[in-house]
């Protein structure tokens, strides 16, 4: 996606008519690479901390669940070069659905980087795999007997469980997320973003557009310019 951000490309589903934007809520970088494993200083180069590709999808289910099917292989050796390993788990599960041995796994089958609608663990592990991982967070517990995997490469549909049980006391809940296998995955410092495929080129060109209409905005603005002058004289508002 030409480097895009994951804001600039929110904004551009949005203008497509995506109630969400692609983004995949409360999900965060909790693992970098070694050579960004602290937080960037001000002025440093943090491109480096971003994931983008195809998305490889897996789906996890309660441990003991009987009705769903399970893989016919482990699901990290069917990780295809040059994906992003995307994970749904169970949204009450405190356990982590990823550890170490699987980033090692991932890397070695040239995944691009693991998100997670779930928890993580081993982080350093992760580190020295070079494998950066997003998730909601983490834990010290494994799978086993919590949860397993079920099935990989389908559709997975992500909520928010913070955003669900806010909702709940409201008359509408913040709309959940549709990923299918080989839509674009773009993580940075910002999130996540999910673009569907057959929307890639359209999201590329409001980007672009996007983008040249900040920096005009933006080099007024640095000029003295007011915020909400520069807007209108630019966005047209």
Known sequence: MENFSTCEISDALIKLGSPHGGHLPDIYCVSPPLALSSLPEKGSDVEGIRVEGPAYTVKMVPFHDQVAPKPEIHFVDGVKEDSVVVIDAPLSVKSAVWGGLMSFG?????????????????????????????????????????????????????????????????????PAVTINPGDWIVADLDGVVVIPRDQMEAVRELCRKGREVDERCKRDIIAGLGVAESFKKHRGK
């Open 106 to 174: 991932a890397r070695a089958r040239g995944a691009k980087g693991v998100i997670i609608s779930g928890r993580c663990r081993d982080v350093l592990e992760h580190r020295e795999a070079g494998l950066p991982i997003f998730a909601r967070g983490t834990s010290t517990l494994g799978q086993r007997p919590f949860t397993r995997p079920s099935e990989i490469e389908v559709p997975l549909t992500i909520s928010s469980p913070s955003l669900t049980s806010v909702a709940s006391t409201q008359s509408e809940e913040w």
